[in-house]
């Protein structure tokens, strides 16, 4: 089957723009057409992979045109069409950043021919955009790697003793009477409060750097998420968030109940930190063909759409006092169970993180 890449054509004469438009859709392409540059700009909102412009526009400039399109689509190729060649033509195509430019009446063969090189270009650039980023990401994990784990336990020690003290600190107080232990029990309980913060940033750090093995064992995925929502039911009792589960019975996966866990563990506090007081939250988990398939949904503000890009990067946060671990472990986590990781919009409203495992089989 053709893939529909999106043709965006500007052209102010109706029957050459309806012409090239037939060649295209015939090509299996889907056209969109536009008689003014205003219109161009307007069609381009919604992202194009080739552009083909004519130079002169009753509203303005082609080459002026064809720069801005490439600001509203930068995955986009431009392609100019022009009544006749000339040393000028050529250097304004060159000038607007334009790929090549077409002279009219172009016969069908010549258009196909350069909109499928303009395609063929724009993959490319993807392919090494999603490749740089893939390697950056990789060298990010390199670099973390052991250094995080040594420092974590170094952190570990002194923090536990910390908290030990501080338990016996609290139990002194306690025996104090009046006034004076309410003042002193206030500041007590920031200093846990913080202290419960540095251990956890330390959790995600461990659980980051820690070797990959993973042993196979078949899994019941009700028991994990059984065992995060249980957890969880206080917190998000306390802040007013009704927890909601749906599964399918007999749901099961070849994995590491424990790294599961840890998966359904770091998105579902993701979700209940999105979500405002009053709000829901939903696990559920259905088989679909040979996989699994498991939603955490919430009805928080959702994911920005210009971080969307950026979540599964290891450090990447939108947190104060965020260590941006939580999605890149996830994503190594069911990477090596061999599944995938999207996110999404919920239909509750906020953000949907789908997770698709290979099935073991269903207990009938
Ligand atoms: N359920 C969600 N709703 C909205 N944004 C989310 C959600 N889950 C994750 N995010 C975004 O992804 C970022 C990275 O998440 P994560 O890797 O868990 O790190 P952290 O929670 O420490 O910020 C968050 O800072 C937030 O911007
Ligand atoms: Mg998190």
């Known amino acids: 089957m053709k893939r529909r890449s999106r043709i965006l054509v500007v052209d102010d004469n109706a029957d050459l723009l309806a012409n090239l438009q037939e060649i295209l859709e015939d090509e299996g392409y889907e056209v969109l057409p ?11 909102q919604g992202g194009f992979e080739v552009g083909i412009v004519d130079l002169r526009l009753p509203d303005e400039s082609g080459t002026s045109l064809a720069t801005r399109l490439r600001a509203a689509a930068p995955e986009g190729e431009i392609v100019l069409l022009t009544g006749f060649a000339s040393l000028e033509t050529a250097i304004a195509a060159v000038r607007a950043g334009a790929f090549a430019y077409l002279v009219k009446p172009c016969s069908t063969p010549e258009l196909l021919l350069t909109v499928e090189q303009a395609l063929l270009r724009v993959r490319l650039h993807s392919e090494k955009r999603d490749l740089a980023r893939r390697t950056q990401v990789a060298e990010k994990l390199a670099a973390v790697g052991t250094m995080t784990a040594g420092l974590s336990h170094e952190i570990r020690n002194p923090l536990n003793a910390a908290a030990l003290q501080l338990v016996v600190l609290e139990r002194g107080i306690r025996r104090l009477q009046g006034e004076l232990q309410s003042t002193l029990l206030a500041p007590l309980g920031l200093v ?38 249980g957890l969880l039911t206080a917190d998000a009792e306390r802040r007013q968030i009704v927890l909601e589960r749906g599964l399918e019975p007999g749901l099961l996966v070849s994995g590491d109940s ?8 770091n998105l579902a506090l993701n979700a209940l930190e999105a979500t405002p007081g009053g709000g829901r939250m939903r696990v559920s988990a259905h088989a ?4 699994v398939v498991l939603w955490v949904d919430d009805s928080g503000p959702g994911i920005l759409q210009e971080v969307r890009g950026r979540i599964f990067e290891p450090f990447f946060t939108t947190k104060p006092s965020g260590s941006g671990l ?3 472990i996830v994503h190594a986590i069911i990477t090596q169970h061999g599944g995938t990781i999207a996110a999404e919009r919920s239909p509750l409203g906020g953000a949907r993180f789908e997770i ?9």
């Open 34 to 44: 536009a008689c003014t540059a205003q219109e161009a700009i307007e069609r381009a």
């Open 288 to 291: 679909e063909g040979d996989e």
């Open 356 to 364: 698709r495992l290979p099935s073991l089989r269903r207990i009938p």
């Open 192 to 229: 846990r409060d913080e202290i419960k913060r540095l251990e956890h940033l330390l959790e995600d750090f461990l659980q980051f750097a820690r070797p990959r093995e993973m042993t196979g064992r078949p899994v019941a995925l009700a028991e994990p998420i059984e065992a995060v929502l």
């Open 258 to 265: 424990e790294r599961l866990r840890q998966v359904l563990m």
């Open 326 to 328: 939580g999605l890149p």
